[in-house]
Structure formats: structure tokens, C-alpha cells
């Protein structure tokens, strides 16, 4: 029973670091209990993935008020994570350099689900959870948001072994302290340094649109009467940005002719999310249309939601419906970069800000990045600090701005230094109509991770494998057996 407990508080106290970021110094401390289990126990893998479960109920269980079973599968799923971890954790806990390939080992895995084909998942990665220490997490523009996850658990391994030798000052508390003098010396050297090139106004509307109501048929004449009303509010020289699927009818051939004359009325340029249907497929797309209501541009969102936009291994699951109105969306292919006043946009929608890979791409042929998305599906926070949490590590890992426009909020932007500035109304960010001008500032030099991307997983499974080699030699083999009776 003790270890049960021992699981729940674990995953209890890393869930709250995502939910609360008043909490988010949990994360520091959370992974000690299961440290210890995976010290002392031989089979400690049931109990990780308890701790797993309850970590993300903590962190998903607002999927539930859409999808209870997406809510448990997706649970099920990442919890495997943490219980790979156990076994694989469990070779390396007693060896002397277990701080450095225990941290490898939950790298590595992180960058597993956050790719794995067809699965791939990467909200809940431990860095993210820091998204607010910003005097941290500044290497991430060389390293990405898990080098922070590496820093997390190695901190947790280290508490433990200082507690398992009862000496507060070990070889393993130097090393941490050297991995935080140099993040924090690298962090406060980058804030000081990098300087805005040049800014762009743009102007984003949150028209917080009821959920039940974005496809209502016969609410679609006051959808569009309230992002009218709103655009009146902008300022007619920026560039009007509007959520994901913020347009309330399909738009096939003939229905784009109605948006491009709205736009027209409107005598504005605009970005605007839509659902659009091209020879039987639906896309959920963005589409630039300049004052004159004339297309500019068109980009087909590429990764699409689970179960909210497509399911996965339809041809097995042909009896599960995917929860949005339309049904099965289809993914786009192709990336596109959009023009506006001499400067180049790229468009994440939706959950696409969570995939570094696609985020990185499109930095490098654009001096921001918008995403535009719903959000609306759920009850506001914790579901809109995680996602933007999120969008504060792409910033910093490319070194640029990311305006976001979200139907019922969190809208906004962050800056290349992962600085938030969030559009409020009365105070409120979430579930209120609002109208802003923002002045962004753009960074024209990219990021290294931009240039090199995620490295660091694999410098961590040649860390794993350099470990593996030397731990299977015979002499060390020894001297590890030793070791541990001399611990026990």
C-alpha cells in the first residue's frame, strides 16, 4: 500500500506542475518517490505506470468532457512510457553513472512518442512545464524543450542519491549545479543580447464563439455578423487574423466567392481559418485574402487531430465517428509560407505547434509564425496554459514570434524570448469577446536547433548505448556487483 501511495503522490504532484504553474516547481521534486522504487524494488514497472496514469488524468482529464474513451485510451497509451522507463531504468539505477543515462533514457523516450507514425503525442513532455522560468530554459534554442526535461530528472536522480548517501554535497549535486550555471548563465546572456530586427502590427479577433454554435446551420448569419462586428475594431492597416475554422460554412467552389466578397466589405486583409472541400475531401485550412478579396494564399493543416478530425486505423475502426461536425478531415501535404507586407508567415493550426519538426520548417523560411485555433471544445484552463505553454518553447527553440488567435482564448503572442503578452478583456482572457493590435517584434537570425533540430535525442541514445557497452564488459560487471552489495 505504501508504494501505491508513493505512485500516487509521484504522479499527482508532475501532474499539477502542468495544471497550475504556480506548481510547476513540483516537477522538481515529483520523480523521487519513483527514483526510490526503482532502487528498491525488482519489479517496479506496475507501479510507474500507475504513476503514469495518475500524472495524466492529472494533465487530460479535460479530454473528458468530449471523448471519455479517447480521454482513457490516450491515457493508457503515454502511461506505457513511464513503464518502459521502469524496466529499462531498472538496469542502470545502481551504477555509478545512472544521473546521466536514467535522464538519457526519459529523453529518448519523450522523443519516441513525440514521432512515433501514427502515435505520435507530444503534449505532457516534463519541459513544458517550465515554460514561465524563462531564466532556464533559453538553451532550448540550441538543445529543444527536452534538454529541460533531461535537467528535471537528473535533478530528481540526484535528491535521491544524495538521500541514499546522506551527504548533501556528492559528485552528483556538483554536476546539477553545473548543468544550472550554465543555463542560467546562457539564458541571461541570450535575453540581454537578442534585439528585435524589425516589428509587424497585426490584429487578431477572439470572437469566442460557443462550440455548439460553430456549425449551427442557422446561427452561421450571427456568426458572421459578430467577426464583422468585431473586425470594426481593427486597425484597417494590419493584417486581421481570425481563429481556426472561425468562417461558419463549408467553403466549396461557389461558397468562396461569398468570403471573398465579406472580405471585401470588410477593406481589410485577413487570415482566416476554414473548412474547405476540394473533390469530396474536407481540409481544415487557412486562407490569406487581401482587401480586394482576392486569395493569396492557402494552407491545408497536415497534422490533424485523433479521434477530433480523423481516426486512426479507420479501416479497422470503421464504428468510432470522429467528434467534430463534418467528419473525417483529410491532412494536407504541402507546406505553405504566406506573404503580408514584405514579410513571410507560416500557419500552425490547432495542436500542430506541439510537433517541433513542423514548427522548425516553417521558421526557416518565415519571420513569424501565426497559429490559429479553436480551443473552444473545452473549459478553458488548465487546456489553454498547457497549449500555450507549449507555444513558449517553439519561440525560443527558433527564435521567433508566434501570434496566436484562439476562439475563446488564450490569444496573443509570444515573443522569440518567450515573453507572453496575452490579449485580455476586463481582465479575462478566456471566454470573451476580444479585440487587439499587436506590435510584434520579429528576430531575422534563426535558432541553431532551428538549423540542426532535435540532436540531443540522439546524443542520448549514444549516451545510453556508450553506457550499455561499458556496463556488459566483465570487469565492470564486477565492480557494479560489488557496488550494490555495498549500497544494500
Same mark, same amino acid.
Given at each position: 500500500?505504501?508504494?501505491?501511495?508513493?505512485?500516487?503522490? #509521484?504522479?499527482?504532484?508532475?501532474? %499539477?506542475?502542468?495544471?497550475?504553474?504556480?506548481?510547476? &516547481? !513540483? $516537477?522538481?521534486? @515529483?520523480? *523521487?518517490?519513483?527514483?526510490?522504487?526503482?532502487?528498491?524494488?525488482?519489479?517496479?514497472?506496475?507501479?510507474?505506470?500507475?504513476?503514469?496514469?495518475?500524472?495524466?488524468?492529472?494533465?487530460?482529464?479535460?479530454?473528458?468532457?468530449?471523448?471519455?474513451?479517447?480521454?482513457?485510451?490516450?491515457?493508457?497509451?503515454?502511461?506505457?512510457?513511464?513503464?518502459?522507463?521502469?524496466?529499462?531504468?531498472?538496469?542502470?539505477?545502481?551504477?555509478?553513472?545512472?544521473?546521466?543515462?536514467?535522464?538519457?533514457?526519459?529523453?529518448?523516450?519523450?522523443?519516441?512518442?513525440?514521432?512515433?507514425?501514427?502515435? #505520435?503525442?507530444?503534449?505532457?513532455? %516534463?519541459?513544458?512545464?517550465?515554460?514561465?522560468?524563462? &531564466? !532556464? $530554459?533559453?538553451? @532550448?534554442? *540550441?538543445?529543444?524543450?527536452?534538454?529541460?526535461?533531461?535537467?528535471?530528472?537528473?535533478?530528481?536522480?540526484?535528491?535521491?542519491?544524495?538521500?541514499?548517501?546522506?551527504?548533501?554535497?556528492?559528485?552528483?549535486?556538483?554536476?546539477?549545479?553545473?548543468?544550472?550555471?550554465?543555463?542560467?548563465?546562457?539564458?541571461?546572456?541570450?535575453?540581454?543580447?537578442?534585439?528585435?530586427?524589425?516589428?509587424?502590427?497585426?490584429?487578431?479577433?477572439?470572437?469566442?464563439?460557443?462550440?455548439?454554435?460553430?456549425?449551427?446551420?442557422?446561427?452561421?448569419?450571427?456568426?458572421?455578423?459578430?467577426?464583422?462586428?468585431?473586425?470594426?475594431?481593427?486597425?484597417?492597416?494590419?493584417?486581421?487574423?481570425?481563429?481556426?475554422?472561425?468562417?461558419?460554412?463549408?467553403?466549396?467552389?461557389?461558397?468562396?466567392?461569398?468570403?471573398?466578397?465579406?472580405?471585401?466589405?470588410?477593406?481589410?486583409?485577413?487570415?482566416?481559418?476554414?473548412?474547405?472541400?476540394?473533390?469530396?475531401?474536407?481540409?481544415?485550412?487557412?486562407?490569406?485574402?487581401?482587401?480586394?478579396?482576392?486569395?493569396?494564399?492557402?494552407?491545408?493543416?497536415?497534422?490533424?487531430?485523433?479521434?477530433?478530425?480523423?481516426?486512426?486505423?479507420?479501416?479497422?475502426?470503421?464504428?468510432?465517428?470522429?467528434?467534430?461536425?463534418?467528419?473525417?478531415?483529410?491532412?494536407?501535404?504541402?507546406?505553405?509560407?504566406?506573404?503580408?507586407?514584405?514579410?513571410?508567415?507560416?500557419?500552425?493550426?490547432?495542436?500542430?505547434?506541439?510537433?517541433?519538426?513542423?514548427?522548425?520548417?516553417?521558421?526557416?523560411?518565415?519571420?513569424?509564425?501565426?497559429?490559429?485555433?479553436?480551443?473552444?471544445?473545452?473549459?478553458?484552463?488548465?487546456?489553454?496554459?498547457?497549449?500555450?505553454?507549449?507555444?513558449?518553447?517553439?519561440?525560443?527553440?527558433?527564435?521567433?514570434?508566434?501570434?496566436?488567435?484562439?476562439?475563446?482564448?488564450?490569444?496573443?503572442?509570444?515573443?522569440?524570448?518567450?515573453?507572453?503578452?496575452?490579449?485580455?478583456?476586463?481582465?479575462?482572457?478566456?471566454?470573451?469577446?476580444?479585440?487587439?493590435?499587436?506590435?510584434?517584434?520579429?528576430?531575422?537570425?534563426?535558432?541553431?536547433?532551428?538549423?540542426?533540430?532535435?540532436?540531443?535525442?540522439?546524443?542520448?541514445?549514444?549516451?545510453?548505448?556508450?553506457?550499455?557497452?561499458?556496463?556488459?564488459?566483465?570487469?565492470?560487471?564486477?565492480?557494479?556487483?560489488?557496488?550494490?552489495?555495498?549500497?544494500?
Amino acid at each position: 500500500m505504501f508504494n501505491i501511495l508513493l505512485s500516487i503522490v #509521484s504522479g499527482l504532484a508532475s501532474g %499539477l506542475s502542468f495544471d497550475i504553474p504556480q506548481l510547476s &516547481f !513540483l $516537477i522538481w521534486f @515529483s520523480f *523521487i518517490p519513483l527514483i526510490y522504487l526503482l532502487y528498491k524494488l525488482k519489479k517496479p514497472a506496475v507501479y510507474f505506470f500507475l504513476a503514469g496514469i495518475v500524472n495524466y488524468l492529472v494533465i487530460f482529464f479535460w479530454i473528458g468532457s468530449v471523448t471519455s474513451l479517447g480521454e482513457f485510451a490516450l491515457i493508457l497509451y503515454l502511461s506505457l512510457y513511464w513503464l518502459i522507463f521502469a524496466y529499462s531504468g531498472k538496469f542502470f539505477i545502481s551504477y555509478k553513472f545512472a544521473i546521466v543515462v536514467l535522464p538519457a533514457l526519459w529523453v529518448v523516450l519523450e522523443f519516441i512518442r513525440e514521432n512515433a507514425a501514427g502515435a #505520435s503525442f507530444g503534449w505532457g513532455i %516534463l519541459g513544458y512545464s517550465q515554460f514561465k522560468n524563462i &531564466f !532556464l $530554459i533559453q538553451i @532550448s534554442d *540550441i538543445l529543444g524543450v527536452k534538454f529541460i526535461s533531461f535537467i528535471i530528472i537528473t535533478v530528481n536522480v540526484a535528491i535521491f542519491k544524495a538521500y541514499k548517501q546522506k551527504k548533501i554535497l556528492t559528485n552528483n549535486l556538483l554536476y546539477v549545479l553545473i548543468l544550472f550555471v550554465v543555463s542560467v548563465g546562457y539564458s541571461t546572456y541570450r535575453l540581454r543580447t537578442i534585439v528585435p530586427s524589425s516589428y509587424l502590427k497585426v490584429s487578431i479577433v477572439q470572437p469566442n464563439i460557443p462550440q455548439g454554435l460553430k456549425w449551427n446551420m442557422s446561427a452561421a448569419s450571427y456568426i458572421i455578423g459578430k467577426l464583422k462586428r468585431l473586425s470594426k475594431g481593427t486597425n484597417p492597416d494590419t493584417l486581421v487574423i481570425y481563429p481556426e475554422a472561425s468562417w461558419p460554412k463549408l467553403l466549396d467552389t461557389s461558397a468562396r466567392m461569398d468570403l471573398s466578397k465579406w472580405v471585401k466589405s470588410l477593406k481589410k486583409n485577413v487570415l482566416i481559418g476554414a473548412v474547405i472541400k476540394e473533390k469530396d475531401k474536407f481540409y481544415n485550412a487557412a486562407l490569406l485574402i487581401d482587401r480586394e478579396g482576392q486569395y493569396r494564399g492557402v494552407y491545408r493543416k497536415i497534422k490533424l487531430v485523433p479521434f477530433g478530425e480523423y481516426v486512426p486505423l479507420r479501416h479497422l475502426l470503421r464504428f468510432i465517428p470522429v467528434i467534430n461536425d463534418l467528419g473525417d478531415i483529410s491532412a494536407g501535404r504541402d507546406f505553405h509560407i504566406f506573404d503580408y507586407h514584405h514579410k513571410k508567415f507560416g500557419v500552425l493550426i490547432c495542436f500542430e505547434d506541439i510537433f517541433p519538426g513542423l514548427a522548425a520548417k516553417l521558421a526557416r523560411h518565415s519571420d513569424l509564425l501565426v497559429n490559429i485555433t479553436n480551443d473552444g471544445w473545452f473549459d478553458g484552463n488548465p487546456e489553454a496554459i498547457q497549449h500555450l505553454s507549449i507555444m513558449v518553447f517553439r519561440a525560443i527553440e527558433n527564435r521567433i514570434s508566434i501570434v496566436r488567435a484562439a476562439n475563446t482564448g488564450i490569444s496573443g503572442y509570444v515573443d522569440f524570448l518567450g515573453h507572453i503578452h496575452i490579449v485580455t478583456n476586463k481582465g479575462k482572457a478566456l471566454f470573451v469577446d476580444a479585440v487587439a493590435e499587436l506590435k510584434v517584434p520579429l528576430n531575422s537570425a534563426r535558432s541553431i536547433y532551428n538549423k540542426i533540430g532535435d540532436v540531443f535525442p540522439f546524443l542520448c541514445i549514444f549516451i545510453i548505448l556508450v553506457f550499455l557497452i561499458i556496463y556488459s564488459q566483465p570487469k565492470c560487471r564486477q565492480i557494479c556487483s560489488n557496488q550494490k552489495g555495498n549500497e544494500r
